[in-house]
């Protein structure tokens, strides 16, 4: 049940301060057709989607909004300390924007599938009441301690925001399956807003969720059968050895 009447979204909106850009620095030089002066990226639902292929400005624009919350640039929640990680820095793009907060919100968690291992070191680090049941992260597969630290720091007791960043790259199919129903008991609390970039047709597919489509030089709403993964997933399924026959064939 969600605290009070205010339920996710919280962060409404983000919008881009000019005066607080330099367009010959990253990531305005990067993304100058997405990254205009006005810029506006607006939230409706308590679970959004980044879509789009490697390069299009999804993660860059996630990890924006992971410091306007508070977190880490480099992964975990709004305690973890800076120099576990190899990415300490905070972004540009992060100091450019402006959010719309309604409430404002700072628990949650920022996680980052290509800086998990310093974040696990972080948790494994801790005192035993902040460490991760079940025993060290390390001893565990990626995917398990992926799992682990899903279920055991993403509560929604209080409102929080998850930010999530390809997940998918350590988790099987079951494991994926079992993230969306995680992600759906967060949802069902009215308490967790949820953005997340991924390249994953199976957490696409989560019901209700807002997806955006990122090309490099805009943001636009997409439909699930829209998406090019999933129209390659599906076509490559369809038929192997047809699309694998092309693939290879002498040019």
Not at 7 to 29: G, M, R, Y
Not at 81 to 109: C, I, M
Not at 144 to 154: G, K, P, T, Y
Request: charged share 25%; aromatic share 12%.
């Amino acid at each position: 049940m969600a605290i009070g009447h205010l339920k996710a979204p919280f962060l409404k909106q983000v919008s881009l301060v000019p005066e607080k850009t330099d367009k010959d620095a990253f990531p305005f030089s990067r993304f100058p057709r997405l990254l205009t002066d006005d810029f506006t990226l607006q939230f409706e639902h308590a679970v959004t989607l980044f879509v789009g292929e490697n390069g299009s400005g999804k993660s860059t624009i996630l990890q924006a909004i992971a410091q306007l919350a508070g977190f880490a640039p480099g992964g975990g929640d709004a305690n973890f300390q800076l120099h576990y990680t190899s990415d300490s820095t905070s972004t540009a793009l992060g100091e450019a924007l402006r959010p719309a907060w309604l409430p404002k919100v700072s628990n949650g968690f920022f996680f980052r599938s290509d800086t998990f291992a310093d974040v696990a070191r972080y948790i494994d680090d801790a005192d035993e009441l902040h460490r991760v049941h079940g025993g060290p992260l390390w001893e565990r597969s990626h995917g398990e301690s992926f799992m682990a630290v899903f279920n055991d720091r993403f509560g929604v007791k209080k409102r929080c925001m998850y930010l999530m960043d390809e997940p998918e790259n350590a988790l099987s199919p079951m494991r994926q399956l079992e993230l969306l129903r995680l992600m759906k008991q967060w949802e069902e609390t009215g308490n967790a807003q949820i953005i997340l970039a991924t390249h994953s047709p199976i957490l696409m597919s989560y019901p209700g969720a807002e997806i955006l489509h990122f090309d490099g030089e805009g943001i636009a709403p997409i439909t699930f059968d829209e998406i090019e993964h999933v129209r390659v997933t599906r076509a490559f399924l369809g038929n192997p050895e047809r699309y694998l026959r092309e693939l290879f064939k002498d040019e």
